[in-house]
């Protein structure tokens, strides 16, 4: 039924305690800035209404993504780890076949027509925010390379420096050789992973970091 595309959600303790602080000289604790990414070829030219938290479904059609379906929580915070509502939080990905729902996308993957692909949502009172998605399939990107399953990411708010970044998800060998990843140095690796939610393996969560202008 179209009315599940909006179901309720239980919040149930999926967000995590703030860790990876670090001291800085002055005493104040400061949180390390989330590590930026290049956009890529495949941001979203194509205009759609529907963009809300579940990528799952699309308004109006009564089928779902082919997939396995998983959460994606978390919060957006200023570097001195204060919480920042009404920020504009941007996803895009590939569907489960790791074809993106994109014109110049040259993936000869099966397009998913029930996936949302792309959703746009504000972080909430305590800089939360929340989509269901479907996992994102892995794609070649050229000659020995195939990129790990990852979320686009793009926050923005009036007053910060914009971030555009990928999120990658734990325990996935392909994180290992990709030429983006591995580019940066580990401690930003280990800000643009994931974390999986109390042993869950359909949950993750992900912390964002962004600068004040």
Same mark, same amino acid.
């Given at each position: 039924?179209?009315?599940?595309?909006?179901?309720?959600?239980?919040?149930?303790?999926?967000?995590?305690?703030i860790a990876?602080?670090?001291?800085?000289?002055?005493?104040?604790?400061?949180?390390?800035?989330?590590?930026?990414?290049?956009?890529?070829?495949?941001?979203?030219?194509?205009? +759609?209404?529907?963009?809300?938290?579940?990528?799952?479904?699309?308004?109006g +059609?009564?089928?779902?993504?082919?997939?396995?379906?998983?959460?994606?929580?978390?919060?957006?915070?200023d570097s001195?780890?204060?919480?920042?509502?009404?920020?504009?939080?941007?996803?895009? +990905?590939?569907?489960?076949?790791?074809?993106?729902?994109?014109?110049?996308?040259?993936?000869?993957?099966?397009?998913?027509?029930?996936?949302q692909?792309?959703?746009?949502?504000?972080?909430?009172s305590?800089?939360?925010f929340?989509?269901?998605?479907?996992?994102?399939?892995?794609?070649?990107?050229?000659?020995?390379?195939?990129?790990?399953?990852?979320?686009?990411?793009?926050?923005?708010?009036?007053?910060?420096?914009?971030?555009?970044?990928?999120?990658?998800?734990?325990?996935?060998?392909l994180?290992?050789?990709?030429?983006?990843?591995?580019?940066?140095?580990?401690?930003?690796?280990?800000?643009?992973?994931?974390?999986?939610?109390?042993?869950?393996h359909?949950?993750?969560?992900?912390?964002?970091?962004?600068?004040?202008?």
């Open positions: 039924m179209v009315n599940q595309k909006r179901r309720s959600f239980i919040a149930s303790g999926f967000f995590s305690g990876g602080w670090v001291q800085a000289s002055g005493g104040t604790a400061e949180m390390q800035e989330t590590p930026g990414e290049i956009e890529g070829p495949f941001y979203p030219i194509t205009p +759609q209404k529907d963009k809300d938290f579940d990528l799952t479904r699309i308004a +059609q009564d089928g779902a993504a082919r997939g396995t379906v998983i959460w994606i929580t978390g919060e957006v915070f001195m780890g204060d919480p920042i509502e009404g920020a504009s939080v941007e996803i895009w +990905q590939a569907n489960a076949e790791g074809r993106y729902h994109h014109p110049h996308d040259p993936n000869p993957a099966p397009l998913d027509q029930y996936f692909g792309w959703a746009i949502v504000p972080s909430g305590k800089g939360a929340r989509f269901r998605t479907v996992m994102p399939g892995s794609y070649p990107a050229g000659p020995g390379w195939e990129r790990p399953p990852h979320i686009h990411f793009k926050v923005m708010k009036r007053g910060f420096v914009e971030l555009v970044t990928q999120m990658y998800f734990p325990g996935q060998s994180n290992e050789t990709d030429r983006l990843l591995q580019r940066k140095e580990p401690a930003e690796q280990k800000l643009m992973i994931a974390e999986v939610l109390r042993d869950k359909d949950s993750f969560h992900y912390r964002i970091v962004i600068e004040r202008a």
